[in-house]
């Protein structure tokens, strides 16, 4: 996340207009380390950028396997209240217009925003694109700043590779079953504040029809006393249904501590 909370805008323009090495050595000046999306997908114009890095790449058993895990990472991403999270908050919209640019710019597929039907994926496309990253960077990378890691063999082959001492810690193993959403929403500043401009979002959502509401059903009009109904009503689903979503996907959401930073 930290890419889209820093560095959103310069990697829309990455993506969209292109960029100079010294484009990428101003965003990354004092930077040790980057990885996913975007970065992965920019590795030889970092690289050029910054020509002593190293690069440490990891391929699944299986191109079964991996898609696998990116289909349940997308249908993550595609759940209800993630897509309701950009008609509430300034902060989620930006993450997802920085989501939107990374899909079309690396798997050549438009995305549209849509609150009531889910987006569709090109899984042929999606392959072929994993597969031609894959061949090119093992055929392209300098053999002498290239290391194939094994997670199962832990610290100490990457350590090596990297001339760094092994840590006492044991090897972590984070975003499983693409759990990294409810991780980020606890400790992430750019998904807190989402959070709270949503919560913000929704409680002046519910005010302003619930006073419509009253305004409607104590006018003599039987048309304003229907309206007044049917807003409430229509309150209540709505945050029945927002409470569910927060449940199943946010956690408990009303819980927040309200520190941005």
């Known amino acids: 996340m930290e890419n889209c909370r820093l560095l959103g805008d310069d990697w829309i323009k990455v993506m969209v207009e292109g960029a100079t090495v010294e484009d990428f050595q101003r965003m990354f000046e004092g930077v040790d380390a980057v990885t996913d999306l975007p970065c992965n997908f920019f590795w030889e114009e970092l690289l ?86 894959n061949s090119y960077v093992l055929k392209h990378a300098p053999k002498d700043q290239f290391f194939e890691i094994d997670f199962s063999q832990g610290w100490k082959p990457l350590c090596e590779f990297l001339e760094k001492p092994v840590p006492s810690t044991p090897f972590p193993h984070k975003n499983k079953n693409a759990s990294i959403n409810m991780e980020l929403m606890q400790t992430d500043p750019m998904y807190r504040r989402a959070q709270i401009e949503s919560v913000c979002s929704t409680f002046l959502i519910i005010s302003i029809a619930v006073y419509l509401g009253y305004m409607y059903k104590h006018s003599e009009n039987n048309l304003g006393e229907m309206i007044a109904t049917w807003c409430l009503e229509s309150t209540s689903s709505y945050v029945k249904e927002l409470v569910s979503g927060c449940k199943n996907s946010l956690g408990r959401i009303m819980e927040l501590n309200f520190t941005l930073f």
């Open 48 to 133: 050029h950028a910054f020509p002593d890095a190293k690069i440490i790449y990891r391929e699944r058993k299986s191109e079964d396997e991996w898609w696998k895990s990116m289909l349940n990472q997308l249908e993550k991403n595609e759940e209800f209240i993630n897509r309701l999270g950009p008609c509430l908050s300034y902060t989620a919209r930006k993450a997802q217009k920085f989501a939107y640019a990374i899909g079309n710019c690396v798997f050549g597929f438009k995305s549209t925003s849509n609150l009531f039907g889910r987006m569709s994926f090109n899984e042929m496309l999606i392959r072929k694109v994993y597969r031609m990253h």
